[in-house]
């Protein structure tokens, strides 16, 4: 049965290739940023709907999101292929997004054809990964709850099936003065830009005592005016970034300290907050992955390079934390191609990208097909998870 129904998934997805295709190449000429993929919304959930999957919009509160099912025999455990779909401002689909949301769906479309599965096919359109990500939000509003296992393939310079990324937080620190004539009345001011660069200081003699994955990068935002006002307000902006959720809390602790201590040299208040999600540090699935290598490898790829510790961030992160997960990288070029460019979005649309929609859609339904099949299988990689 095994080998008869990856025949089937595999000309499924030859089948729809050249439509998903289309949808990527249209996707990539009408590029939308975070959160107002309201095109990119409407056309992958038309072809959804066509295949025959019940499709929700909105869900989580955020208007480009949406959720498409498909009950398979009595139905079962609930896998979830994951669609980003948002561009960057200037560059377009410069990070390939239209590649990952089309062959979610062919891998989700071809899956749902298959006979004899008991289990729910489930296709999430997740929104804004670029601005810290919907996937946040889903998951924070528990949308991936009943979600067995996930999965989505980025495309990339190399084959990558297991790599890590860095948890983030983003904080904006204000600082309140008073400001008054810097040459005339320099006593009576308050100078919070003073407060911001001795956070900067404070900062940067911390490094010294922090583990060598974490990084910090910083920018005043707001300085002033004009040299002759001491400045009432400043701004800086941070990201801080470490290879787990629980040390990066830690050194948020700690960097909230530094910005107290900034602020009573100069007597001037702070206060900070969120300015994008957060996103945990990107823990894959190993056995999952394995399963996923071992059908990449049977479609003809054998360049696979190893586990690699990314030094990025991505939203994935956090559906790993409460779901067994991949997120594997597939070549749609060589290492001269850089990802975030206009180049890497023309490239979505050459011949290698049309070949990614087709081999990440095949494997990504091989390896839910796989997992699907085996009880056992499926049992091992939560107890992974739950070992975590
Ligand atoms: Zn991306």
Redesign the pocket.
């Known amino acids: 049965m095994n080998t008869a129904s990856k025949e089937k998934i595999s000309k499924e997805v030859d089948n729809i290739t050249d439509e998903l295709f289309e949808l990527a190449k249209r996707l990539k000429e009408n590029p939308e940023i975070g959160f107002q993929e309201y095109q990119a919304s409407e056309w992958l959930t038309e072809v959804l709907e066509k295949y025959s999957f019940k499709v929700e919009k909105g869900i989580g509160g955020l208007e480009t999101a949406f959720k498409g099912t498909l009950k398979l025999g009595k139905g079962g455990p609930r896998i979830a292929f994951l669609c980003?779909y948002d561009a960057l401002p200037e560059v377009g689909h410069g990070?390939?997004?239209n590649l990952?949301a089309t062959a979610s769906l062919g891998a989700a479309i071809a899956l749902s054809k298959t006979d004899g599965l008991d289990a729910e096919v489930v296709v999430f359109g997740c929104p804004g990964?670029?601005n810290g990500g919907g996937k946040v939000i889903l998951v924070e509003k528990g949308l991936f709850n009943d979600i067995d296992i996930a999965m989505m393939v980025?495309p990339s310079t190399e084959n990558c099936v297991y790599s890590t990324s860095l948890a983030i937080d983003a904080y904006e620190f204000e600082f309140k003065g008073r400001s008054s004539h810097a040459a005339g009345a320099p006593e009576k001011g308050i100078n919070a830009l003073d407060g911001v660069i001795h956070l900067f200081n404070g900062i940067n003699s911390l490094r010294q005592y922090l583990k060598e994955d974490v990084r910090i990068h910083g920018i005043i935002s707001e300085g002033g005016k004009a040299p002759n006002v001491i400045p009432d307000r400043a701004v800086a902006k941070f990201y801080f970034r470490a290879k787990e959720r629980e040390y990066l809390n830690e050194v948020v602790e700690k960097i909230f300290n530094v910005a107290k201590g900034a602020a009573t040299i100069v007597g001037a208040q702070v206060e900070w907050r969120k300015f994008e999600l957060s996103n945990d540090d990107l823990k894959p699935n190993k056995i999952l992955a394995e399963v996923f290598e071992k059908n990449l490898r049977s479609l003809g790829v054998d360049d696979i390079v190893p586990p690699k510790e990314g030094r990025g961030s991505?939203d994935m992160g956090n559906v790993s934390h409460v779901v067994p997960a991949i997120h594997p990288h597939l070549a749609i070029g060589d290492k001269s191609l850089i990802p975030h460019s206009r180049d890497f979005a023309q490239a979505t649309v050459s011949e290698r990208g049309r070949n990614f929609i087709n081999l990440a859609a095949k494997t990504m339904a091989f390896t839910a097909f796989d997992v699907l099949s085996n009880q056992e299988l499926l049992e091992k990689i939560k107890e992974e998870f739950k070992k975590g």
Request: aromatic share 0%; with cysteine.
């Open positions: 980003e990070c390939g997004h990952i990964e670029e980025h991505t």
